[in-house]
């Protein structure tokens, strides 16, 4: 089992930054990849950066060149770095995790932190 808690949302202007953790309960280096999902009103889930355990990342897109992901693994955290905010960046920010040799995932949730940006 992996217990995450999030931390760092926040109310922030359109072009300012916030710093996203998630903490593991346990070592990250025995997640197979952890990653960053968010969910606006209205809309589904998606994924914005995923971390392996290896160090490989991946960015969505929309986020690219402003949101870096990355992990402290004395910690068992993981980070989201999120430069030049926008008002589309609001949503609900959840941390997962996705353990090996068990298919599929993500398998473990956080319970999500809010991120408004203001216009």
Not at 38 to 51: D, F, W
Not at 72 to 80: E, F, G, I, S, W
């Amino acid at each position: 089992q992996v217990q995450l808690v999030e931390s760092g949302g926040g109310l922030v202007q359109a072009g300012g930054s916030l710093r996203l953790s998630c903490a593991a309960s346990r070592s990250i280096f025995t997640i197979s990849t952890m990653g960053w999902y968010r969910q606006a009103p209205g809309k589904l889930r998606e994924l914005v950066a995923t971390i392996t355990s290896g160090g490989n990342t991946n960015l969505a897109d929309s986020v690219k060149g402003r949101f870096t992901i990355s992990g402290d693994n004395a910690k068992n955290t993981v980070n989201l770095q999120m430069n030049s905010l926008k008002p589309e960046d609001t949503a609900v920010y959840y941390c997962a995790a996705t353990l090996p040799m068990r298919g599929g995932g993500p398998h473990y949730w956080g319970q999500g932190t809010q991120v408004t940006v203001s216009s």
